[in-house]
């Protein structure tokens, strides 16, 4: 048995017109109204209920992925999705027992104020409290940018874990030897690692694979479901259920970026959920 965990973070900057409070139609967005409805329509509805074709292109099965999926949503596009798309917040909201937290809005953490640091992760805890109704285990940062006192701020609020990517590890201790990981090299992600602050708190760092991502979200993985299912179980080389295969991507490659991106991931999740030799777990 061994974890696979495919990772999706949502996000649109607020569109609204701060005089009306709306968004206002983008031709560049045409057909659609402007480009969160457009993102909507191709990307955050479709995984609500995604196609599975048979051999004669006939549709054999429909499956929610975000029941399967780790995300998380800006609650800056969550709060546009439940004004304009109440079914897809019900779905998001009853599906969302992997999600996790993200901050406030899409500030660049190591630049902010220890102030603004401080509001932007405990308006995003609030926000998903509100949603999801219960406590975030994990918090996304936009960028997945950090530093020490980010860190601190998201472990003194309660957050357990945070993601990030295995080019922002320099170093781990492992059995109370230091490896230098330079931009990620020889860094084992399929370990969590933790991370000891300067305060005396902790937080978990789960790293996802960096070259899997890449073909997801630029190569040319979410072509065919079972290319995407063999890639992954390809990137194991060490089976242990103390062990996590993370990969994390911006959620609109499935069906934004990439046309029909979400029947592709449905079908990873078909054939996972076939094969008792892997589990799909929650990160934290």
């Excluded at 099965?61 to 800056?76: A, E, Q, R």
Aim: net charge negative; aromatic share 10%; with cysteine.
């Amino acid at each position: 048995m061994f974890n696979i965990a495919v990772h999706g973070h949502f996000y649109q900057p607020p569109r609204e017109d701060p005089w009306l409070n709306t968004v206002l139609k983008d031709l560049t967005a045409a057909p659609a109204h402007d480009w969160n409805q457009r993102i909507a329509n191709e990307c955050y509805i479709p995984n609500c209920a995604a196609k599975i074709l048979g051999p004669d292109g006939r549709i054999i099965s429909v499956i929610n992925n975000y029941s399967h999926l780790s995300f998380n949503f800006g609650p800056t596009l969550h709060r546009w999705i439940e004004r304009e798309y109440p079914a897809l917040d019900l779905t998001l909201t009853e599906s969302g027992k992997k999600a996790i937290s993200q901050c406030y809005s899409h500030m660049i953490m190591p630049l902010a104020s220890a102030e603004d640091k401080k509001t932007q992760t405990i308006w995003g805890i609030k926000d998903f409290e509100y949603r999801f109704k219960r406590k975030p285990k994990g918090m996304w940062l936009p960028e997945t940018a950090v530093d020490i006192a980010t860190l601190e701020v998201l472990s003194k609020n309660g957050i357990a874990f945070t993601i990030l990517a295995p080019r922002q590890c320099s170093a781990v201790n492992l059995e109370g030897v230091w490896k230098e990981t330079p931009e990620g090299n020889c860094l084992d992600v399929t370990l969590p690692y933790l991370c000891r602050l300067p305060s005396g708190r902790t937080i978990t760092i789960v790293f996802y694979h960096g070259g899997l991502a890449h073909e997801i979200a630029f190569g040319g993985l979410l072509e065919n479901g079972d290319k995407f299912r063999d890639a992954l179980l390809g990137a194991v080389k060490i089976r242990s259920e103390e062990r996590l295969l993370l990969v994390a991507t911006d959620g609109e490659s499935y069906g934004h970026h990439h046309k029909f991106g979400e029947m592709a991931l449905a079908r990873l999740f078909e054939r996972f959920d076939q094969d008792p030799e892997v589990s799909l777990p929650d990160i934290g």
